[in-house]
């Protein structure tokens, strides 16, 4: 079934196997119980004494089911918990292997949380074939029951505009697949590759690029290992690789011991500088991030990881602690975030959101146009608005909280940064140049055969 690459995880033990053994786990239960302020150090903390004895399967045990009750859980959550999951405790809720077994799959128990609106309904009970609808519960704490133009409830439960073709849409209009030299690896750059280690994602996001590929009937599309060997090889084959990047799917809802296989043999591979993972595990799933995980992932620097971020009511307490594990273990973070339409389209939603990204470590990194997948026309924004989004966070906010804007070309060609024009031509031995107030001021750079063929252009 496709539960059964989370259940062999051998590192989170189930929940009921624990009761308190150590003064330091009463201590962290009597403190939880006033105060969740001092998650992360308290976290620390144990990681630290237990790893100055001999890390024994008992203290690993404890390290990980602590970790779970250390885990913050917001208000909101705990409100949303206690109203749909009453008999579920706090390190069940914790535990990931709870929250993605209890996905919510059906309408049924859609509609024990949330009124659908005739739009969701219909396109829910019309939808055939990949990208079927999971939420997490800890996600669905995030949706609003009501209103159904709540943005993030709009990124991942179907309407019937899903089930429109518009112009330029395709169901690979990126050509992944015409890039991929062997199955699972796309090799469009010439000194990087994708590749895709899963098609499982614990949420679907509705406006999925490789929609195609994940939750098929009959199963997600999975990985073999026999595929990860032929990627391999083929990337030990190419010197040129110095780039890998892991996607699917998402790499991190694999268990521990299938991480820790693949980055081990990338990282044996002399030629591979640089690996990175694309995920929106730390945003949808944050409590797959534990203290055994973190600990694989920092045996492999450099690593990198690209985290999807949509709005700002994603930056809840747990998303944080995530986000600070992730960083503590020093693995640079950026976000790309898909420009959506009635979703975040607005200044006034991506300026929060990257500022608030960076108050969590996360550099905001790419801001793409929604790709041409057939049946998410709704979801894009012309490219002028893209560029309206730039100027209007550009010089109005930190450098660092200002993204690329990237259109990926369909057909394969590339990702391609857009700017508002800033440049507006010369007068002379001066550059006209447009600052983010829309003010015109005149750069002295004497005429060159460059600045020629700029101007031309």
């Not at 399967?57 to 009453?86: D, G, M």
């Not at 199955?183 to 590749?195: Q, S």
């Not at 060997?229 to 890998?244: L, P, Q, T």
Request: proline share 7%; charged share 25%.
């Amino acid at each position: 079934m496709e539960e059964t690459q989370f259940l062999a995880e051998k590192e989170e033990p189930p929940s009921t196997s624990y009761s308190p053994k150590t003064s330091l786990e009463v201590t962290i239960n009597n403190h939880l119980s006033h105060n969740q302020s001092n998650i992360s150090t308290l976290s620390h903390k144990l990681d630290t004494q237990l790893t100055q004895k001999s890390k024994n399967k008992n203290n690993e045990t404890t390290l990980s089911v602590v970790s779970k009750l250390l885990f913050p859980i917001s208000k909101k959550s705990q409100a949303f918990r206690k109203k749909y999951y009453p008999t579920i405790t706090n390190e069940q809720w914790n535990d990931w292997h709870w929250q993605v077994s209890n996905r919510i799959r059906t309408i049924e128990k859609l509609e024990r949380i949330v009124k659908l609106s005739d739009s969701e309904k219909e396109g829910i009970l019309a939808h055939q074939g990949p990208l079927p609808f999971a939420i997490t519960p800890y996600y669905a704490s995030l949706l609003d029951g009501i209103d159904a133009n709540q943005p993030i409830r709009k990124t991942v439960i179907m309407t019937k505009d899903e089930e429109l073709l518009s112009p330029g849409e395709a169901e690979d209009p990126l050509n992944e697949e015409g890039d991929s030299p062997v199955k699972g690896l796309v090799h469009r750059y010439p000194d990087r590759v994708l590749f895709l280690a899963t098609g499982f994602c614990s949420v679907y996001c509705r406006y999925c690029t490789r929609s195609r590929m994940v939750g098929n009937v009959g199963g997600e599309y999975k990985h073999d290992m026999k595929q990860w060997e032929n990627a391999i090889e083929y990337i030990k084959a190419h010197s040129e690789v110095r780039d890998v990047l892991i996607s699917g799917g998402d790499p991190l809802t694999l268990a521990d011991d299938k991480i820790e296989w693949l980055l081990s043999r990338l990282r044996k591979i002399p030629h591979v500088e640089f690996i990175r993972m694309g995920t929106k595990v730390p945003v949808v799933l944050p409590q797959r991030i534990t203290p055994a995980l973190t600990k694989i992932l920092k045996k492999y620097h450099p690593l990198w990881m690209s985290v999807h971020f949509t709005h700002p009511d994603e930056l809840t307490p747990e998303v944080q602690e995530a986000c600070s594990r992730l960083a503590d273990a020093g693995i640079p973070l950026g976000s790309q975030t898909v420009l959506l339409k009635g979703v975040n389209d607005f200044v006034d939603v991506l300026k929060p959101l990257y500022q608030g990204l960076l108050k969590i470590r996360v550099k905001p990194y790419y801001l793409y146009q929604c790709d041409p997948v057939q049946g998410t026309a709704h979801f894009r924004t012309p490219i002028s608005k893209g560029l309206e989004m730039i100027q209007g966070l550009r010089g109005h906010t930190s450098g660092y909280a200002v993204p690329q804007y990237i259109v990926d070309a369909p057909g394969g060609g590339g990702k391609i940064p857009l700017l508002p024009e800033y440049y507006q031509g010369r007068e002379g031995n001066y550059v006209l140049l447009k600052n983010y107030e829309g003010e015109i001021f005149k750069y002295y750079d004497e005429v060159q055969e460059d600045s020629k063929v700029l101007d031309k252009q």
